[in-house]
């Protein structure tokens, strides 16, 4: 059997991707062109993509297409960006640094990053709403997939993520309240993605229930591996093997159970995910591929 | 002729706008209660329902009702809010008073403001996908309302309309670039809520076309006014009649052509409103008074 190629299909779909961005960003560029930069700048900053990526494979999965996926992803990806430049703002995490560059605040204002955030909020529900006029078929899809994202966005899910976040801030949580904290801030989301592209694809209910589990699964896993490679970054960046300064300094995995466990927690998650995928045939290849990608990811 | 009672339609349309926006809130209150608190305490301030309430009259101006305009309505008052909060943020027009009561950052904090704001803008969104979910033979018309609304809000409206406000501060502007301003900053809204009341409502092509041109000109005609109030106000609090100081400060109608011409202009506004609803029967009474109201209004 030939082993699945993640790597090309991962370029394959991200250059698919990024070509409907920057055609989302040429679209809505009549503007201020320091909005309209600021907007670029974030959106493309060298994200990996994996929440349309996710999206778009679950059409696959299902026996749909990446075209038909293609305006749920990327409404999506505005959505994922637009949180990351809200959260990097002073008032939040003050971040000044983001995947190697300067935060949108930074780079530009705060002025300018918060009303880039919210553009990027409102856009996607923009895009997605024009893919429903323009499905005749399949509007009642759409509106579904608009609710889907904006309960996955909202303050029952990301915002609400992101608010226990900041109030957790120094304070000891125990396992079970930093699952519901990344369920929020990062698994809902992820989830939505999924539950998108199975809808997109015609997915039966039953698919979508299985897809659904395979979402909660890699999108724990994925905070896991999150947490594991801040530490190992903290430990590298202290000159430090154990990092036991780093562990000590936030809500992670690795600091309430330790390396080792977090180890065996995040492939125990990946292999939730895959189980959950047995019935599929090989149509779901990338699903699979990415579950395991996502705890061997090295940033 | 018995004249239309504006005071008890607005009284009437206020409740029922002020319950539904309640049982949004009590819908989405299962979060952090600080987030829900804000939220609450930015859209229960007392707002005019300026826009809801055209939403709900231009539906009816059409043959339609309030019930069907309902969600529409809501869902423009929640962006309208979280336009107010996000616009009053330290790094915007750093504003501390609103209607009266401290700004959302002041009441609650800055992460807090940002994060309400946030969340309303996206369950505007749920609430218009959720209605059209429900009416199995109006969803294009949800979708286009979506979009409508999507766009009014976004990077080529109100967005933009913020993004010109913050760099033209300092900035002489002539005539026609104030009213592109204000076009964008709160016209296009406006226009939004009219159009969406009028599609919900089943108007026809050519009716659609005509109460977006009351819309334009009650949406200038309110701006207007809004700078002739801001200059009689600041009038009254430096204990002068004429408020040469508060006239130089901003770029506004009485700044540019005096006060003379604004109200002259804002009355040309509000004719041209009229003459727009002159093919329209009783059943847009209500918006008639309404155009009168914006100009005769004291806040």
């Known amino acids: 059997m030939k082993t699945f190629d993640l790597k090309y299909y991962l370029s394959l779909k991200r250059a698919l991707i990024d070509d409907r961005l920057d055609k989302i960003l040429r679209e809505n560029s009549s503007g201020s062109p320091r909005l309209i930069n600021a907007m670029r700048y974030s959106l493309m900053a060298g994200g990996k993509r994996l929440r349309p990526v996710l999206c778009i494979a679950s ?79 399949g509007r009642l899809n759409w509106l579904k997939i608009i609710r889907i994202i904006s309960r996955a966005s909202g303050c029952s899910g990301m915002i609400e993520g992101q608010m226990k976040d900041i109030s957790s801030e120094g304070v000891r949580l125990d396992l079970k309240d930093l699952e519901s904290l990344h369920f929020l801030k990062t698994g809902a989301l992820i989830q939505a993605s999924v539950e998108s592209g199975a809808l997109l694809g015609n997915g039966s209910f039953s698919q979508i229930d299985r897809l659904m589990i395979y979402a909660g699964n890699i999108g724990l896993a994925f905070q896991v591996t999150d947490d594991l490679l801040n530490v190992e970054g903290d430990a590298k960046e202290m000159g430090k093997a154990t990092g036991t300064d780093g562990l000590k300094k936030k809500n992670t995995y690795p600091f309430l159970v330790g390396i080792e466990k977090s180890k065996t927690y995040a492939l125990e998650l990946v292999n939730n995910a895959l189980q959950a995928l047995e019935d599929f045939d090989n149509k779901s290849d990338p699903l699979r591929a990415i579950a395991s990608y996502i705890i061997e990811r090295k940033r």
Chains 1, 2 share one sequence.
């Open 59 to 137: 059409s696959e999965a299902v026996g749909g297409d990446a075209a038909c996926a293609i305006p749920a992803a990327c409404a999506i990806e505005l959505i994922h960006t637009y949180s990351l430049i809200h959260d990097d703002l002073p008032a939040m995490d003050n971040d000044e640094i983001r995947r190697g560059k300067p935060t949108c605040h930074i780079a530009f204002d705060e002025a300018t990053a918060i009303l880039s955030g919210d553009a990027l909020l409102t856009i996607a529900f923009e895009i997605l709403s024009e893919a429903g006029i323009n499905d005749s078929s």
